[in-house]
């Protein structure tokens, strides 16, 4: 029997304390290739049971509103002037895609089943890959894997240069201009802001709690619990209900695995997909391609001292002149 874990058992359970042990072992980074998803926490979203309330998607919002950006204006002029401003401050109550102030909104979907058409409505957010390329390939370092396999973005060190956007499968992060060390650095070179994506309530899980959109869900629609036990539920009920599964091998394996009682390929032709809006196509293991792998493995000591520069430099521009600490976070 596989074990999962619920909204009403999970605080009850060891791997929530394992859970926040592994999430505050910095710099929790795997191998490069072939990472191993031992210790891994994964979610396991029933598409079936979503009824698309977003109340996962309020509670998203309220659990994360301290760690929104809040832009200084005007932006810097960009040089070269082809480097776009992305500004998603003055449109916050956005909820039909992801920004850098919604990290989770509601796919809808028209399929049919059994000859009926079905409304399907279903979670998006950050896949958390088991291998992420946004992490691998990030060459400032901001990017990080946890030990219990979660994905985020340091904002504190982020230049908003958009690497992990443009390596990512389903371009998942989003950027925002006017916020970040850049502004202290080379503001009109320099990036252009930070990157913003879910990063799994990773301070929640490390104190024993449960991600927001979890806790929120009135029908329990996601369970979270170890990587091999959600896969296997999910492989289970798919068999059980004829259906199929998503991330269990997409990009190499996420940790977000979905259960659909149609085929993803139908699914992916009935939602809206774009920027912001990502799809549900079949996803070839980015890290596995040879180039990508060498980048990694050349940058990654390059990534560790620019964001123990970055640090540096951003523990030095938030001194105040008394001599007392403002602005430092622990990451």
Not at 57 to 86: D, G, L, W
Not at 211 to 234: H, L
Not at 239 to 252: C, F, K, L, M, R
């Amino acid at each position: 029997m596989t074990s999962s874990i619920s909204r009403r058992r999970f605080l009850k359970s060891g791997i929530a304390a394992a859970a926040g042990v592994a999430a505050t072992a910095l710099p929790g980074t795997r191998a490069l290739a072939g990472a191993d998803d031992r210790g891994y926490l994964a979610t396991l979203i029933d598409i079936r049971k979503c009824i698309g309330c977003e109340a996962c998607v309020q509670a998203c919002h309220e659990a994360n509103t301290p760690k929104f950006p809040e832009p200084k204006k005007p932006f810097p002029k960009m040089y070269p002037s082809r480097v776009k401003i992305s500004d998603w401050s003055e449109k916050r109550d956005t909820v039909d895609r992801l920004t850098p102030y919604n990290w989770l909104f509601i796919q809808h979907a028209t399929v049919k089943i059994n000859g009926e058409d079905t409304d399907l409505t279903l979670p998006r957010r950050c896949m958390h890959c088991v291998n992420p390329p946004c992490v691998k390939l990030c060459p400032w370092g901001s990017a990080k894997q946890l030990e219990n396999g979660i994905a985020r973005i340091d904002a504190d060190i982020c230049l908003g240069g958009s690497k992990c956007k443009d390596v990512c499968p389903w371009d998942i992060p989003q950027r925002q201009t006017g916020v970040g060390l850049y502004l202290d650095l080379l503001p009109s070179l320099a990036g252009n802001g930070v990157m913003y994506k879910c990063d799994r309530c990773y301070d929640r899980i490390a104190q024993g709690g449960l991600p927001a959109c979890i806790e929120a869900c009135p029908e329990e629609v996601q369970i979270i619990g170890p990587r091999p036990d959600i896969i296997a539920k999910a492989h289970a009920i798919a068999q059980e209900i004829g259906g199929h599964v998503y991330g269990a091998s997409e990009n190499g394996g996420t940790n977000t695995i979905y259960v659909s009682p149609v085929p993803f390929e139908e699914l992916n032709r009935a939602i809206t997909t774009g920027d912001g809006q990502p799809h549900l196509k079949p996803v070839q293991d980015a890290m596995a391609n040879a180039n990508n792998l060498a980048a990694a493995m050349v940058m990654a000591p390059m990534a560790g001292l620019a964001a123990a520069t970055l640090h540096f430099l951003k523990t030095r521009n938030t001194e105040k002149p008394n001599g007392d600490w403002e602005g430092a976070k622990n990451v």
